[in-house]
T-cell receptor
Framework: ETGVTQTPRHLVMGMTNKKSLKCEQHLGHNAMYWYKQSAKKPLELMFV???????ENNSVPSRFSPECPNSSHLFLHLHTLQPEDSALYLCASRSDGNTEAFFGQGTRLTVV | GENVEQHPSTLSVQEGDSAVIKCTYS??????FPWYKQELGKGPQLIID?????GEKKDQRIAVTLNKTAKHFSLHITETQPEDSAVYFCAATLMNRDDKIIFGKGTRLHILP
C-alpha cells in the first residue's frame, strides 16, 4: 500500500448521474493530483492542488469538478459525463522536498 | 510545456535477458526523471529516479541513464524475471512541490518464460 486510498475502486454511472470520487492520504503531503488514464494514452494530468489551493487546471471540461477541503482529502465530482470519459482515474500526492509522487490504486469509471 | 516521448510501446524479452526502455523530453528546465511501474489493478509505483546532476543511477537489477544534452533517458532492467512484467512509465518534472509530472505513454513489458 502506498498510503493513498481511493474510493470507490469501480464505478458505473449513467450520463445523467452525479457521482464523486474520493482520495485520501495521511502521509502529510501538501500537493495532490488527479490523473486520467485511458488505454494507449499517457497519464493525463487533470488538476493539481497545493495546500488546498488549485494550482493547475489542465483544460478539463467543466463536467469534472475538483474539491480539496483539506490537505488530506481530494474529491472529483462528476456530472453529465460522456462515454469517452470512461477511464481509470488516479489520485497522487507529493510533499515539499520529496520528489516522489505516491499513487492510489485508482477508480475504474465506466460511463454508460 | 513539457512533452515526454517513450519507446517502445510494447516489449517482449526472454526471462533472464535485459530490457531497455527509452524516453525523450522537450523542456530543458526539467530536472527530475522518475520511472514508475504499474502492475495490473494497481496505481503506478516509483521504482527508480534520477536527477539532472547525475548521469547514471543503479539499484540492483535496474538502472537509469540520463543524457541532458540530448534530452533523453533510459531504463535498463537486467536478468529479467516474471515479476518484471508490467507497464513502465517514464516522467519528467521540476523538483518543486506542486509542479506537474508529465508522463510518457508507457511501455508494456512482457517477460517470456
Amino acid at each position: 500500500e502506498t498510503g493513498v486510498t481511493q474510493t470507490p475502486r469501480h464505478l458505473v454511472m449513467g450520463m445523467t448521474n452525479k457521482k464523486s470520487l474520493k482520495c485520501e492520504q495521511h502521509l502529510g503531503h501538501n500537493a495532490m493530483y488527479w490523473y486520467k488514464q485511458s488505454a494507449k494514452k499517457p497519464l493525463e494530468l487533470m488538476f493539481v492542488y497545493n495546500f488546498k489551493e488549485q494550482t493547475e487546471n489542465n483544460s478539463v471540461p467543466s463536467r469534472f469538478s475538483p474539491e480539496c477541503p483539506n490537505s488530506s482529502h481530494l474529491f472529483l465530482h462528476l456530472h453529465t459525463l460522456q462515454p469517452e470519459d470512461s477511464a481509470l482515474y488516479l489520485c497522487a500526492s507529493r510533499s515539499d522536498g520529496n520528489t516522489e509522487a505516491f499513487f492510489g490504486q485508482g477508480t475504474r469509471l465506466t460511463v454508460v | 510545456g513539457e512533452n515526454v516521448e517513450q519507446h517502445p510501446s510494447t516489449l517482449s524479452v526472454q526471462e533472464g535477458d535485459s530490457a531497455v526502455i527509452k524516453c525523450t523530453y522537450s523542456d530543458s528546465a526539467s530536472n527530475y526523471f522518475p520511472w514508475y511501474k504499474q502492475e495490473l489493478g494497481k496505481g503506478p509505483q516509483l521504482i527508480i529516479d534520477i536527477r539532472s546532476n547525475v548521469g547514471e543511477k543503479k539499484d540492483q537489477r535496474i538502472a537509469v541513464t540520463l543524457n541532458k544534452t540530448a534530452k533523453h533517458f533510459s531504463l535498463h532492467i537486467t536478468e529479467t524475471q516474471p515479476e518484471d512484467s508490467a507497464v513502465y512509465f517514464c516522467a519528467a518534472t521540476l523538483m518543486n512541490r506542486d509542479d506537474k509530472i508529465i508522463f510518457g505513454k508507457g511501455t508494456r513489458l512482457h517477460i517470456l518464460p
